[in-house]
Structure formats: C-alpha cells, structure tokens
T-cell receptor, first 109, second 114 residues
Framework: SQQGEEDPQALSIQEGENATMNCSYK?????LQWYRQNSGRGLVHLIL???NEREKHSGRLRVTLDTSKKSSSLLITASRAADTASYFC?????????WGAGTKLIIKP | EAGVVQSPRYKIIEKKQPVAFWCNPI?????LYWYRQNLGQGPELLIR????????DSQLPKDRFSAERLKGVDSTLKIQPAELGDSAVYLC????????????FGEGSRLTVL
C-alpha cells in the first residue's frame, strides 16, 4: 500500500525556475524522506526530515514538514537540466518506509 | 566505497520460466531490502532482512517468490514460475545498523516477462 501521495504527478518548467512538489501522508511518522530517480536508474536519497523538524536545507533543496496537515514540500531552486527525474517521498515509522507514486519533473532548456 | 550491486540489470524471459536476481549490499550494512517497482509507481517492499533473518516478508508472494540471505551478506530473490504481471524493476537497498533511515539503492534489475 502507498501512503505518500505526491502532487503534482508531473511538472515541466524552464531551466532556472524553481520547482515545488508536495507530499501528503495519512498516518504518524518518525521521518519523511525524499529520493530522486533518474530514468532507468536506482533511487538516490536527497534529504531526511524528522517529525520534530519543520524545515531543512541541503544545497538547492529545501524541505518543509507540517505534521498537523500531514504534508511535506520539496523545493528545488534554480533548476538545472540535470534535475530532470522522478522525485519520491517516503514516510518512515520504525523500520517501515512507505512510498508515494512520485512526481515526474522535466526541466526544459 | 562500492555501492549496492545488483545483477542482472536486464532480464527477458517467457512466462512460466524461473528467474533469479542477486544483490550485494554495501559492506557493513546488515539490513537488506528487496523492493518491486512497477512502471510509474513507487517501490513496494517485498522483504526485509536483518543479517540473515527475514524480519518482514508479509508482502512477498510466497507461492512463487522466494529469497535468501544465507551468510547475512549478499542475497538472492527468485521467482518461479514467472507470470506476465511480474514484469517490473526489482530494487535492492541496504542500510547500516541503528541508522537514521536513509536507504542506499542499487541500480535495479528490470524484468520483462513475455
């Protein structure tokens, strides 16, 4: 079963613009993670935010978490062609990690 | 440091044939996961190992799927017999003991059943 739901399902923007994707979930969590998957490749961990954190930054990435609304957002600033990929959120509770269906991001040159 | 290694990367078989996938996790990672990812979907857990013990195999279709991790290092996932609906990417991931939660994934094994 998939707990996380990403929104939008697909996003196409111009290079240099910011990209925002959202994740909603249904139950309590210990942490929420974001991963990137390039076409035909494995998933790569981007950032983890714990349930007691509200915002976290890593380079051009900014993640927010609102546990009252059971939602998270991933912001990629100053997008590049290499950011073209699918982005997945995964919610963690103890040793379980439940995944959403992903947002497909296309950066147009 | 070498990452998670999976083989084969691609496999095409006829339905009812057997198939096996192999995974070698990162050295020192005692937790190993097998996931299945259908096209356009997120990964779905098939089985999780802590060392050589399968601690969560509730989502593994045990009538045709089996897995082993005999020495607590590398692992094999087998499907016998394969069905058309088994076409997917099979992902292996690992993480070290008492880790915060980040998973390290291999490149996956793409299975096509004809």
């Amino acid at each position: 079963s998939q707990q996380g739901e990403e929104d939008p399902q697909a996003l196409s923007i111009q290079e240099g613009e910011n990209a925002t994707m959202n994740c909603s979930y249904k139950t309590s969590i210990n942490n929420l993670q974001w991963y990137r998957q390039n076409s035909g490749r494995g998933l790569v961990h981007l950032i983890l935010i714990r349930s007691n954190e509200r915002e976290k930054h890593s380079g051009r990435l900014r993640v927010t978490l609102d546990t009252s609304k059971k939602s998270s957002s991933l912001l990629i600033t100053a997008s590049r062609a290499a950011d073209t990929a699918s982005y997945f959120c995964a919610t963690g509770l103890r040793y379980q990690l439940i995944w959403g269906a992903g947002t497909k991001l296309i950066i147009k040159p | 440091e070498a990452g998670v290694v999976q083989s084969p990367r691609y496999k095409i078989i006829e339905k009812k044939q057997p198939v096996a996938f192999w995974c070698n996790p990162i050295s020192g990672h005692n937790t190993l996961y097998w996931y299945r990812q259908n096209l356009g979907q997120g990964p779905e857990l098939l089985i999780r190992y802590e060392n050589e013990e399968a601690v969560d195999d509730s989502q593994l279709p045990k009538d045709r799927f089996s897995a082993e991790r005999l020495k607590g290092v590398d692992s094999t996932l087998k499907i016998q017999p394969a069905e058309l609906g088994d076409s997917a990417v099979y992902l292996c991931a690992s993480n070290p003991p008492r880790h915060g939660g980040e998973l390290f994934f291999g490149e996956g094994s793409r299975l096509t059943v004809l």
